[in-house]
């Protein structure tokens, strides 16, 4: 992983990496923070290196659930943060697909939440373009 990465995880207020098990998930999300919703980052280690990496949001259950379905597959280690609300948690979930464009698992942009108008925050991005296309046409549609 590249020293941008750790500065960019550090800026965004991602958690350091914890062990993909369920004592880990125990640790990180007790109490009260079982039933939170946020951000995560999987990634799968060789040695000290990530070689693979997917971001995700939790926003329709707990993100403690969410990680919980991924400790039988590739992925090794978590990062997360927490959300205040569905916006913000796609928000960063749009964040974080930029900055790994390319170098991740995840190979469609994020859906916007259910019933909402929300757009990427990122200046250039190409999925707000197609989706404000998309909008336009549902709007000529319901006229
Ligand atoms: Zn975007």
Redesign the pocket.
Same mark, same amino acid.
């Given at each position: 992983m590249s020293a941008n990465d750790q500065d960019y995880f550090r800026a965004e207020g991602y958690s350091v990496p914890y062990q993909l098990t369920k004592l880990d998930l125990d640790v990180a999300f007790a109490r009260d923070k079982a039933e939170m919703i946020g951000n995560y980052i999987v990634e799968l280690y060789f040695e000290r290196n990530v070689v693979r990496r997917k971001a995700g949001r939790a926003d329709e259950q707990p993100l403690k659930d969410r990680l919980a379905t991924y400790l039988d597959s590739k992925y090794t280690r978590f990062r997360y943060k927490f959300a205040a609300s569905k916006a913000a948690a796609f928000e960063q979930e =749009?964040r974080d697909? $930029?900055q790994f464009d390319g170098r991740s698992d995840n190979e469609i $942009? *994020?859906d916007r939440p259910n019933g909402t108008k929300l757009v =990427? *925050? $990122?200046p250039d =991005?190409?999925?707000?373009q197609i989706q404000e296309i998309a909008d336009s046409i549902d709007a000529l549609l319901d006229e």
């Open positions: =749009c697909y $930029h $942009h *994020p =990427c *925050p $990122h =991005c190409r999925a707000t």
